[in-house]
């Protein structure tokens, strides 16, 4: 099968990225040919030679690529909230996650749910979602990566018979789970430096526990007002480190006594999680959307509330002076990930899920 990946950005940082690189990979240790092609960063095809490789499937991962190709399955992946919600975070105040589905009834909702005063900003993002949403209609399938988000295509319209629900796949990188070098009471952080992430309630939570230290991985146009909360709320205490990649992410993951994901929104899948349990590291996660596919709480990890500082502070408190606790459950949770399928068996499933459905083909020629 000759199957194109599309993206608009391929550089070396991003959960879609990391993803994409991932599931390409093993699709062509299956056998398949496959391309990237990529609006920003290394692509081994480009637009102009994309009707020269003559796919048998194009794979959208987001909106960049609008075109369509002659004979190919089109199949769009849904890594975020682009579809579905104008405020794309799907989250009201300070992470009451959203059930409402993209429409007009949006717009009365915009006080609790835009975080954002810019109306012009809220009204293209109304109209990026209408498209992004009628867009899906017209896909040969769809794939979401979590029973929240599928549940999401469904109620905005997507039709059952052409979408599928593939989870992430686990890494299975060569890694010491053990914690030799696990440093007591050192929390971290891995992505994107923006309010639906949470680090603002992280920092918060870190300075109300005696004996934490926080390690920050990641970038964003939050940075700047993150470092100030840090100096007032636990000075000292916290670290900026940018991005990391490869050996570098994995040497963080090797240092932490526990990753924790303080999401004020509901994360689609949330990948961390996975690379944390295969690290052999609990993590602290508020408990919505894909976090509740993967997270067994007091098993492989604690489950807390979106937005909430003192119960995040409390799951945090409960790990960094129970060390033991916090070992037992980051070995749970490696054993959790190691069950899960890797990226071979993803990719098996997605070439599975590309197969023309007959009696969606039959319903179509009638």
């Given at each position: 099968?000759?199957?194109?990946?599309?993206?608009a950005?391929?550089?070396?940082?991003?959960?879609?990225?990391?993803?994409?690189?991932?599931?390409?990979?093993?699709?062509?240790?299956l056998?398949?040919?496959?391309?990237?092609?990529?609006?920003?960063g290394?692509?081994?095809?480009?637009?102009?030679?994309?009707?020269?490789?003559?796919p048998?499937?194009?794979?959208?991962?987001?909106?960049w690529?609008?075109?369509?190709?002659?004979?190919?399955?089109?199949?769009?992946?849904?890594?975020?909230f682009?579809?579905?919600?104008s405020?794309?975070?799907r989250?009201?105040?300070?992470?009451?996650?959203?059930?409402?589905?993209?429409?007009?009834?949006?717009?009365?909702?915009?006080?609790?749910?835009a975080?954002?005063?810019?109306?012009?900003?809220?009204?293209?993002?109304?109209?990026?979602?209408?498209?992004?949403?009628?867009?899906?209609?017209?896909?040969?399938?769809?794939?979401?990566?979590?029973?929240?988000?599928?549940?999401?295509?469904?109620?905005?319209?997507?039709?059952?018979?052409?979408?599928?629900?593939?989870?992430?796949?686990?890494?299975?990188?060569?890694?010491?789970?053990?914690?030799?070098?696990?440093?007591?009471?050192?929390?971290?952080?891995?992505?994107?430096?923006?309010?639906?992430?949470?680090?603002?309630?992280?920092?918060?939570?870190?300075?109300?526990?005696?004996?934490?230290?926080?390690r920050?991985?990641?970038?964003?146009?939050?940075?700047?007002?993150?470092?100030?909360?840090?100096?007032?709320?636990?000075?000292?205490?916290?670290e900026?480190?940018?991005?990391?990649?490869?050996?570098?992410?994995?040497?963080e993951?090797?240092?932490?006594?526990?990753?924790?994901?303080p999401?004020?929104?509901p994360?689609?899948?949330?990948?961390?999680?996975?690379?944390?349990?295969?690290?052999?590291?609990?993590?602290?996660?508020?408990?919505?959307?894909g976090?509740?596919?993967?997270?067994?709480?007091?098993?492989?990890?604690?489950?807390?509330?979106?937005?909430?500082?003192?119960?995040?502070?409390?799951?945090?408190?409960?790990?960094?002076?129970?060390?033991?606790?916090?070992?037992?459950?980051?070995?749970?949770?490696?054993?959790?990930?190691a069950?899960?399928?890797?990226?071979?068996e993803h990719a098996?499933?997605?070439?599975?899920?590309?197969?023309?459905?007959?009696?969606?083909e039959?319903?179509?020629?009638?």
């Amino acid at each position: 099968m000759r199957i194109v990946h599309a993206l608009a950005d391929f550089n070396d940082v991003g959960g879609i990225q990391t993803y994409v690189r991932e599931v390409a990979a093993a699709q062509r240790g299956l056998g398949h040919e496959v391309r990237v092609l990529a609006g920003a960063g290394p692509s081994d095809i480009d637009e102009a030679a994309l009707h020269g490789f003559r796919p048998d499937v194009v794979h959208m991962h987001d909106a960049w690529f609008a075109g369509h190709v002659d004979g190919a399955r089109h199949v769009r992946s849904l890594h975020n909230f682009d579809f579905g919600c104008s405020s794309r975070v799907r989250y009201l105040g300070q992470g009451e996650p959203c059930t409402r589905g993209h429409g007009p009834g949006c717009v009365l909702q915009w006080p609790r749910c835009a975080h954002t005063l810019r109306v012009d900003h809220l009204a293209r993002h109304y109209r990026e979602a209408s498209a992004e949403t009628a867009s899906l209609h017209e896909r040969d399938g769809v794939v979401a990566y979590s029973r929240y988000t599928a549940q999401l295509a469904r109620e905005v319209g997507v039709d059952p018979a052409r979408l599928q629900t593939v989870p992430c796949p686990a890494p299975r990188r060569e890694v010491d789970p053990g914690w030799a070098r696990a440093e007591p009471g050192t929390v971290t952080f891995v992505g994107r430096l923006a309010p639906s992430k949470g680090a603002d309630v992280l920092i918060r939570a870190v300075g109300a526990v005696a004996g934490a230290r926080l390690r920050i991985v990641g970038a964003g146009f939050e940075e700047p007002r993150l470092r100030g909360l840090a100096e007032d709320e636990a000075p000292g205490r916290v670290e900026f480190l940018g991005w990391r990649s490869g050996d570098a992410l994995w040497d963080e993951y090797a240092r932490a006594s526990v990753v924790v994901m303080p999401n004020r929104w509901p994360e689609p899948f949330g990948l961390v999680g996975l690379e944390a349990g295969w690290a052999g590291r609990p993590v602290v996660a508020s408990l919505t959307g894909g976090v509740q596919d993967w997270l067994r709480d007091g098993v492989t990890g604690l489950g807390v509330k979106a937005g909430d500082v003192a119960d995040l502070a409390g799951a945090l408190d409960a790990l960094v002076s129970a060390p033991e606790r916090a070992r037992a459950l980051g070995e749970a949770a490696r054993e959790h990930v190691a069950a899960w399928p890797d990226a071979a068996e993803h990719a098996a499933s997605l070439v599975s899920s590309y197969a023309p459905d007959p009696a969606v083909e039959d319903g179509r020629a009638r």
